[in-house]
Structure formats: structure tokens, C-alpha cells
């Protein structure tokens, strides 16, 4: 062998050695930081809450309720309800400010809707320009009755995203105590590392849709990618926003059938809850984010812990939601 092609053999060894080295310290800065959260198995979603009809005396017991359950994550984003979530749940913030320290507070940026609240916008976009990470920051603090956000996400990603000057941006929010950690949402892994490698501390994690109907995260790399960093994602509309259990298509009504047969076998749970059952099983440890306004849907998820399928249970739902076997 030639100098020349030791040197090179020499030197592509070192780097993978170097980017094996990276990959490992940034799953090791990426369980630490989970620290916090390594309780959570379910997070109650409030993206419907300006549906729910709630004064915000229910409200109060609502929240409550599920703290009582054990689900103290609650995940919000700007412009959810148009706009008016936040500020909703900000009233019950506001009048039983004790339930803040019980709560762990997610909420996200990043998309800008056409809105009565925005009348100058002409087509929804994204941003994740420094100037509006911050300027969301000021206002969810505001609207949520916070002094702090546990966990911000940029919510969608954005082709105009400089990921360098977002870095600047979460550094700087998270050195002035607003904000204590980052995250991202229906990312890629390609984006999410991108990101990640311009910041001094690890994403938290990757809000993505995993249900039966939507196997976009099972082709795309992103479960895999997750359990490589030790990251776990949160596991948003589980339920395929009620697609799986009233859609009359083909293939939600496979997945019904056979969640149906697979429920009976283990004794007889609801739907619902099988399907809880089988994102919860991936390896990567999701974290279930619950739509319902009801506490009896809430105690029902959380029933679902107890709920073990065999691989082939697992795979027979798998088979159900694609529609062909495994090679």
C-alpha cells in the first residue's frame, strides 16, 4: 500500500472514530437532559381546547383532574384555536397560579397563519427568524400567565431556517431562564440534525405523527434515528384525529378489524386504547399526546400501560395499516 493511501485510509478511519465519538457524546448529553421528563408517558394535548366549551372554572378542574391522573406535561403552540389556546389556558393560570409548578409547559413557534389576529399576512408561512422565536417567547409568557416555558419546538420545518441564527436564538432565551429547553416538530433527521449541530445543549426531542393511518416516521429513518441519540419523540394525533376509529376508507377500516380481534384476545380493551398500546411498544419510548377535554378518556389512555402485544399482535396491526405482509 502507498504512503498516499495509508495517509487516506489513516485519515478516514480518524474521522469515522471522531463522528462515532460525537454520535455518542450527543446521546449521552441527550439522556441527561431527559432526565426530567423520564416519567412521562403521556402528555394531555390542548390544541382543541378553544372546542372544548370550557369556562375556565372547568377549565381548572380539568387541569386538575389530570394531574391527579398523573399527566402533568401539557402541550400547547402559539397558534393553535387561532391563536386563542394559550390565552385560555393562561386564564386558569391566572386564577389557581399554584398548578404552574405542578405542570411541565410545552408550547411551539415557528408558523404564521392567516388571521383576524394578523391581518396583514397574506398566505400562512413559516418563520424562524431570531426576531419571531423571540417575539412568540414574549408573547406565549404573556397569554400562558408564565414566568417560564419548560419546552419550546419549533413547530414545523422551514426551508428559509438558518440554523445557525436559530442557535443564536435558543442560546441566548435559554440563558435568560425563559425557556428551559428546545425541542422540534415533524422534523426529518437530516433537519433535526442540522439544527442540533449548531447548539450547545441537545434538542429535546421531535414532536412527530405516529399512528396506524400515517407511517410516514416508520419509512423516513426518523424512529431510528431517535433511538440513536436517545431521544424520545412525542407521538402526536395517536389517534389519527378520530380517522381510525370513524373513517369508512379501506385501510381504516382493516386497522379497526383487526385492533377489534387483537383487543378481544388480550380481554377485550377499547380501541383506543390498542392503539396507545402499540405506539407506546416502539423501542424509541414514545410520549403519547392525548386530544380529549374528558378525564374518562384520559383514565382510559393511561389504562393502556398495562396493555403487551406479542410481535405478531404488533405486526398484525402493522399488516392492517399497509395493507401487505412483511417481505
Known amino acids: 500500500m502507498s504512503e498516499r493511501s495509508m495517509s487516506e485510509r489513516s485519515m478516514?478511519?480518524?474521522?469515522?472514530?471522531?463522528?462515532?465519538?460525537?454520535?455518542?457524546?450527543?446521546?449521552?448529553?441527550?439522556?441527561?437532559?431527559?432526565?426530567?421528563?423520564?416519567?412521562?408517558?403521556?402528555?394531555?394535548?390542548?390544541w382543541r381546547l378553544a372546542d372544548w366549551g370550557m369556562s375556565t372554572r372547568q377549565l381548572i378542574d380539568f387541569i386538575e383532574a389530570h394531574i391527579d391522573l398523573g399527566i402533568t406535561t401539557v402541550d400547547h403552540a402559539d397558534i393553535y384555536g387561532d391563536y386563542r389556546c394559550e390565552a385560555l389556558f393562561g386564564e386558569a393560570m391566572q386564577q389557581a397560579p399554584h398548578l404552574r409548578n405542578q405542570l411541565k409547559l410545552v408550547t411551539k413557534c415557528g408558523i404564521a397563519l392567516v388571521s383576524t389576529n394578523y391581518p396583514d399576512r397574506i398566505v400562512n408561512h413559516y418563520n424562524t427568524t431570531p426576531e419571531h422565536i423571540r417575539q412568540s417567547v414574549e408573547n406565549s409568557l404573556r397569554l400562558l400567565s408564565t414566568d417560564h416555558i419548560d419546552l419550546l419546538l419549533i413547530h414545523r420545518p422551514d426551508h428559509l431556517m438558518d440554523a445557525d441564527a436559530v442557535a443564536e436564538a435558543f442560546n441566548a432565551i435559554q440563558k435568560s431562564g425563559k425557556v428551559g429547553q428546545f425541542g422540534v416538530s415533524n422534523f426529518t433527521p437530516m433537519q433535526y440534525d442540522l439544527l442540533q449541530s449548531r447548539l450547545d445543549?441537545?434538542?429535546?426531542?421531535?414532536?412527530?405523527?405516529?399512528?396506524?393511518l400515517s407511517?410516514?416516521?416508520?419509512?423516513?429513518?426518523?424512529?431510528?434515528?431517535?433511538?440513536?441519540?436517545?431521544?424520545?419523540?412525542?407521538?402526536?394525533?395517536?389517534?389519527?384525529?378520530?380517522?381510525?376509529?370513524?373513517?369508512?376508507s379501506t385501510q381504516a377500516q382493516r386497522v379497526r378489524a383487526t385492533l377489534a380481534t387483537v383487543a378481544h384476545e388480550l380481554g377485550d380493551f377499547s380501541l383506543s386504547q390498542m392503539v396507545y398500546a402499540w405506539i407506546r411498544q416502539l423501542p424509541v419510548n414514545p410520549m403519547v399526546v392525548i386530544g380529549s377535554g374528558k378525564t374518562a378518556r384520559i383514565a382510559e389512555a393511561l389504562a393502556s400501560k398495562d396493555i403487551q402485544l406479542s410481535p405478531e399482535q404488533w405486526y398484525r396491526i402493522w399488516v392492517a395499516a399497509t395493507g401487505t405482509n412483511v417481505p
Open 201 to 212: 445543549t441537545p434538542l429535546h426531542t421531535n414532536q412527530i405523527e405516529i399512528n396506524p
Open 12 to 46: 478516514s478511519e480518524r474521522s469515522m472514530s471522531e463522528r462515532s465519538m460525537s454520535e455518542r457524546s450527543m446521546s449521552e448529553r441527550s439522556k441527561s437532559a431527559q432526565a426530567k421528563w423520564r416519567d412521562t408517558e403521556f402528555v394531555q394535548g390542548y
Open 215 to 248: 407511517l410516514g416516521v416508520f419509512q423516513d429513518g426518523s424512529l431510528e434515528h431517535l433511538q440513536l441519540h436517545g431521544v424520545r419523540p412525542m407521538a402526536w394525533s395517536p389517534l389519527a384525529g378520530g380517522r381510525i376509529l370513524h373513517e369508512q
